[in-house]
Structure formats: C-alpha cells, structure tokens
C-alpha cells in the first residue's frame, strides 16, 4: 500500500508568519508530486507542482522537494487569514497510474 | 473553472437502496475520477476512467461501479448501499493522463447520506 502521510493538524499560524506543511510519502520511485488547498465545503484546488529535487516559487508559495528523504513540503509566507483551508499532498506513484492523496493538513492563520 | 458539474449535490439515501451519481463535464478530458473524502481518510480513489468504455478500478471500488458511455459522462453507481458509503463523492477530470498530470480539476462534491 503506497502511503502519502501528513501531520493532521491544526497547524495554528499567526498573520505575517511563514507556514510551513510537511508530506512524506512511501513509494521511492514517485516522481511527480502537488498541493491541493481546500476550503471546507468546498473542493479542493491545485495550488504548485513540483517533480525535481529542491525548491519551487510561486508567489507567496514555495514547493520543496527531497527525493532521498521522501519528504515534500510547502511553504507559505506571509501567511493571510484567507490561507485558512486543508493542504492535501498528492503524489503519482511510481506505475504512473494514479494520484495519492495524503489526509491533509489544515492550517488556521490568525488576524 | 473547469466546466465540470456533479448531480446531484446532496442525497438522503436508506440502506439496500440503488443510488447512481452523475458527473458531467464540458471540457472534453479524457480522463474522470470518482473519488470519496471521509474525516481520518482523506480522498481516496473509487474507480476512474481513461476514455468511452475504459475504466479502471482504484484504492476503494468495491460496492460501487463506473459506467462511461460519452466522452462528457461518469457515471458511478451504489447498487446496494451502506452507511459506510456514507461521504462525499468528488469527480474530477483531467487532460493528461496520469504520467504526467498538471491539473486535476474537481467538480463541487456530492454529499450521500446512507440511513
């Protein structure tokens, strides 16, 4: 069983503050990997991609990737109260078949 | 937003009933999924397609099936529901297929309630 692992949360940030959402997952031959933001009640929506090792910018939002240490992260900086949703990892397995979602974290970022 | 509508949105269901959920979409992928989203599971993978007739199973197929007769319709079915099948069911569509996945486009969910 591939297994895409995430710290449940709340991860509690105040405003201004970088949060920072962590994803390790099982299978070493995976290749591409992505973050989902998900407002509750709401579906979810990718936000960054990332398929080489190291880091990734997209605005306020940077991707890290570390193959060896089968870890992928997300970094939120300046973080605002309407970053307040769940970040979902997912990560296509090595058979190149489907995406793998780990149970997401919900992040609360404070006025 | 992707053209990408579920129907329908909220269903109240008992248990030993049919119950078939509808994903249509306007974007021409070849690609749907059928997930679920439980608390403590997270998406989990039903059963998705790759193109008019071709369908696969994933993670969680068991008690439910997948019918794809056009390109724009997914259709999955209960055919005896339960209450762990209780969830909320997501289609989700995407143009590449998984080898190399940019953008999974989600429909707004479908939340089932089995008595």
């Known amino acids: 069983q591939k297994e895409v692992e995430q710290n449940s949360g709340p991860l509690s940030v105040p405003e201004g503050a970088i949060a920072s959402l962590n994803c390790t997952y099982s299978d070493r031959g995976s290749q591409s990997f992505f973050w989902y933001r998900q407002y509750s009640g709401k579906s979810p929506e990718l936000i960054m991609s990332?398929?080489?090792?190291g880091d990734k910018e997209d605005g306020r939002f940077t991707a890290q990737l570390n193959k060896a240490s089968q870890y992928v992260s997300l970094l939120i900086r300046d973080s605002q109260p309407s970053d307040s949703a769940t970040y979902l990892c997912a990560v296509i397995d090595s058979g190149y078949s489907t995406l793998t979602f780990g149970k997401g974290t919900m992040l609360l970022v404070s006025p | 937003d992707a053209g990408i509508t579920q129907s329908p949105r909220h269903k109240v269901t008992e248990t030993g009933t049919p119950v078939t959920l509808r994903c249509h979409q306007t974007?021409?992928?070849?690609?749907m999924y059928w997930y679920r989203q439980d608390p403590g599971h997270g998406l989990r993978l039903i059963h998705y397609?790759?193109?008019?007739?071709?369908?696969d199973k994933g993670e969680v197929s068991d008690g439910y099936s997948v019918s794809r007769s056009k390109t724009e319709d997914f259709l999955l079915t209960l055919e005896s529901a339960t209450s762990s099948q209780t969830s909320v069911y997501f289609c989700a569509i995407s143009e590449s297929p998984a080898t190399s996945i940019e953008k999974l486009f989600f429909g707004s969910g479908t939340q089932l309630s089995v008595l």
């Open positions: 397609s790759y193109g008019v007739k071709d369908t």
């Open positions: 974007e021409n992928h070849r690609y």
């Open positions: 990332i398929y080489s090792n």
